[in-house]
């Protein structure tokens, strides 16, 4: 047992856990003790409760694993929270189906300027494309949209499309888009966030998609009733995490009034997870406007509420024909998509941005961005010579040979989400693997290839995007199946793929040396499960469960 102020009262201890440390120096024990935020000691359940005192907050942990606080290294917090009380379409399929769950949530918000739906599939109607006419048919008379569980293509009826002023439709920025009908209006698929910003501002909710569609700040300002709102929402997103076992957010969109909603949050009643919070530089910017990037850097630096990051689009997704490919799309062979920067502005990006001793993340999807920014990174290197920079690439769903060894040769993080693959969790198969085509399945998605090739590999689920519990991440990470018998196995350990969402998440974040691993002296963030998930069937981890969630010592959720 290692202890650490032995002799003082611990504020909190878990015993009869299976604790999992993730430090490979001392793997396991029965039982933590924390005191003033951190950990204190590790070890015998008899030794641990020596540290027990009359105020000493006591956890049974009943055999069920303890291991460190999730670590969700790629999220959107605040428009997850607002998403929460939207009109969930996960896993239907099929008209009538879809038809139902519409008429069924219309008239439970009767007041909603705009009704939202979240999560329906691309292929709901099977192989037919979605248009207003369907929705029309559904729900005419009141403005509705419905979004991709990727949240880069929405699709509006008639009335939304009218009421937004894009029935004409209207010419926007690369990669975004409106489809036309034959009859020269707004088919209703929206591709790509300025294409559909217009009909989603109808909802009244603008403010919570400013860090991914503006990067800016609310104009005008709001209101301190607005304001107080916009709290709300941010405490549900928080809320929500933290029953989920989450400690730690590095969440994945960005501006200044996000940081000072959860500035103000920590200032009322604390924070249940801490929160990194990016710059979002997009494609309309110009470098000097980096400064802002390093103001927040400057301003927020605690180990509750952080920036440091600037965040950067380079595509889109597979499934629209948004995200930028090497070779054209196997059903689309004359198309290769359109990049959100030109190769020479994003080498500009990573030069300015990397010498202001910042971190980059950049959403590259196809194996085109994903060497485009790493060709940024390396120029990176050369203009500014080599530092620590953990500069991380975003999603990765497809690479290439050439590619794979510059993460580990750059000191490249690989940022990638087990519920991402098709088949692995929520996603249909269709239309991405076609898309993608079986000579490029081998290298997407490719996990275990990047982590046998060196690169720090760290796991997270993009919420709303995906379910935010990493308990299903984990799952899915184990259970990954290939494609096809000769792609290669790119399923991960369930010591591998909670270590990717612990020790790399932490790492991802310049923080190794305080969390992500269950040791004296790091902060006591730690999460109690309902069994042994060691002991547990891969097929069954999803009932294992979050029972106690555990943040800077404090209890940020109980079952």
Not at 35 to 44: C, E, P, Q, V, Y
Not at 124 to 129: H, Y
Not at 513 to 518: A, F
Request: glycine share 10%; net charge negative.
């Amino acid at each position: 047992m290692s202890v650490t102020g032995a002799g003082h009262n611990a504020d909190l201890i878990v015993i009869n856990g299976r604790v999992q440390t993730m430090d490979d120096d001392n793997p396991a024990a029965e039982a933590v003790a924390v005191k003033d935020g951190a950990i204190i000691a590790l070890g015998s359940r008899a030794a641990i409760e020596e540290l027990k005192g009359p105020a000493t907050n006591v956890i049974d942990a009943k055999g069920g694993s303890v291991v460190p606080g999730f670590i969700e290294a790629h999220m959107h917090l605040f428009s997850g929270g607002a998403e929460l009380a939207h009109l969930q379409l996960t896993g239907i399929h099929g008209f009538d189906a879809l038809q139902k769950a519409i008429r069924d949530y219309a008239p439970t918000r009767p007041d909603a300027p705009m009704l939202v739906g979240q999560g329906v599939d691309y292929t709901v109607l099977g192989s037919e494309r979605v248009t207003r006419h369907h929705l029309d048919a559904i729900l005419p008379d009141r403005p509705f949209c419905m979004a991709a569980p990727d949240h880069h293509t929405m699709w509006a009826n008639t009335k939304a499309l009218e009421m937004a002023g894009i029935l004409q439709g209207r010419r926007f920025g690369p990669g975004n888009e409106i489809v036309m009908g034959d009859d020269g209006l707004a088919a209703g698929e929206l591709r790509e966030g300025e294409a559909f910003g217009p009909v989603l501002d109808l909802a009244g909710e603008s403010r919570v998609r400013l860090g991914l569609a503006t990067g800016g700040e609310p104009d005008p300002m709001p209101t301190a009733a607005e304001r107080a709102a916009d709290r709300d929402i941010m405490r549900r997103g928080l809320a929500w995490c933290a029953r989920h076992g989450i400690t730690s957010i590095q969440n994945m969109d960005g501006n200044l009034y996000q940081l000072e909603l959860l500035a103000e949050i920590e200032a009322e009643e604390g924070l249940p997870c801490r929160v990194q919070i990016p710059f979002h530089y997009k494609n309309f910017m110009t470098l000097d406007m980096l400064d802002k990037a390093s103001t927040m850097a400057e301003r927020y630096n605690s180990e509750w509420l952080s920036s440091g990051m600037v965040k950067v689009f380079y595509d889109g997704v597979l499934d629209s024909w948004t995200a930028v490919m090497v070779e054209p799309y196997a059903d689309r062979p004359d198309w290769v998509g359109e990049p959100l920067f030109t190769p020479q502005q994003f080498i500009d990006l990573a030069v300015a941005v990397d010498k202001r001793g910042l971190q980059i993340a950049v959403h590259s999807i196809g194996d085109g961005a994903v060497r485009a920014v790493l060709d940024g990174y390396e120029a990176a290197q050369k203009a500014n010579g080599r530092r620590d920079s953990r500069h991380r690439v975003e999603h990765i769903e497809v690479t290439t040979t050439a590619d794979v060894p510059r993460f580990a040769e750059l000191g490249v993080i690989a940022s990638m989400q087990p519920p991402h693959p098709p088949g692995a969790m929520d996603f249909p198969l269709e239309p991405t693997v076609s898309r993608i085509g079986p000579a490029r399945w081998p290298l997407s998605y490719a996990w275990r290839t990047l982590k046998d090739a060196g690169a720090h590999v760290v796991f997270a689920s993009d919420w709303p995007v995906s379910p935010i519990d990493p308990i299903l991440g984990i799952q899915a990470a184990v259970l990954r199946k290939p494609w096809a018998d000769s792609d290669p196995d790119q399923s991960f350990s369930l010591h591998e793929a909670l270590a990717a969402y612990t020790v790399e998440g932490a790492y991802a974040e310049f923080a190794e040396h305080r969390k992500g691993t269950l040791k004296p002296g790091y902060m006591a963030d730690l999460v109690v499960l309902s069994a042994d998930i060691e002991k547990t069937a891969p097929a069954d981890l999803h009932k294992v469960r979050p029972v106690t969630t555990i943040c800077g010592g404090k209890i940020t959720y109980q079952a």
